[in-house]
């Protein structure tokens, strides 16, 4: 049966060191999971992890020029560490999760924060805040067999050369194999589904033409320019 129109194209992330493409089902975040982000978002407890999305071709592979988005006065970043599942499933145990999982990379989960505010501020929905066009650059995938599973090590982010954010992978309120295997009680995970784990403090508000560069030991670097 054919199709009303031809399909989007599917959404792919190159990995490091190979050929391959790493095709995207789904793009998961986790909020506020690292104790100084918390606070200076005006949290002071650790929470359970709670998860909003983005869509797939959000993604910017590889980085580089990123447009401005329109209705913002106010854009921010935050450096994530980023788990790429190649296995799912649901009610994942967290002593399992690490099997699932194939990569790593660095993303940045760009946000309008001053639309994530009226919305939280309202009740409303997150949506127009963390999930608009451009909204998820993302470096190559480094697989697993490669690097292992990271569970300590810088992760940073600088504009224009300046630090702006600096933190340590263990200072994650809930590990990788738990926020895998929280998130699977929610729904079934599949392969090919994405996860940012949130990120430390410092984020702060950035304009056309800033260049953000952002890395996390052992993981990789990305850099984006704002046009």
Same mark, same amino acid.
Request: proline share 9%.
């Given at each position: ?51 909003? +999305?983005?869509?797939? !071709? ?10 401005y988005p329109p209705a913002t006065g106010n854009?921010? &970043? ?7 599942? +190649? ?14 999982v194939f990569g790593y990379a660095v993303g ?5 924060? !001053? ?17 608009? !066009? &451009?909204?998820?650059?993302?470096? !190559? ?7 292992? &599973? ?15 954010? &600096? ?5 994650? +309120? ?13 729904? @079934? ?9 949130? @990120?430390?403090?410092?984020?702060? @508000? ?6 953000? @560069?952002?890395?996390? +030991? ?10």
């Amino acid at each position: 049966m054919p199709y009303v129109f031809p399909p989007a194209a599917p959404v792919g992330i190159p990995v490091a060191g190979s050929d391959a493409i790493f095709p995207v089902r789904r793009v998961y975040c986790v909020g506020r999971n690292y104790a100084d982000h918390a606070a200076e978002m005006g949290a002071d407890t650790r929470e359970p992890p709670f998860f909003f +999305s983005k869509p797939a !071709d959000a993604l910017v592979p590889g980085g580089g020029n990123v447009p401005y988005p329109p209705a913002t006065g106010n854009l921010q &970043h935050e450096v994530e560490l980023v788990i790429a599942l +190649s296995r799912g499933g649901a009610n994942i145990r967290p002593e399992d999760a690490l099997a699932g999982v194939f990569g790593y990379a660095v993303g940045l989960d760009l946000t309008r924060r !001053d639309l994530q505010l009226r919305a939280k501020d309202k009740g409303h929905p997150w949506d127009m805040g963390k999930g608009f !066009d &451009h909204s998820a650059p993302i470096a !190559d995938l480094q697989p697993a067999t490669a690097i292992g &599973h990271p569970r300590r090590g810088a992760i940073w982010l600088q504009v224009n050369g300046e630090p702006r954010q &600096h933190g340590d992978l263990e200072q994650m +309120s809930w590990k990788v194999a738990e926020v895998i295997a929280n998130l699977s009680t929610y729904l @079934t995970l599949a392969p090919g589904d994405l996860i940012f784990t949130g @990120t430390p403090a410092g984020v702060s @508000t950035v304009v056309r033409g800033d260049v953000l @560069t952002a890395g996390i +030991s052992g993981v990789g670097e990305i850099r984006v320019k704002l046009v």
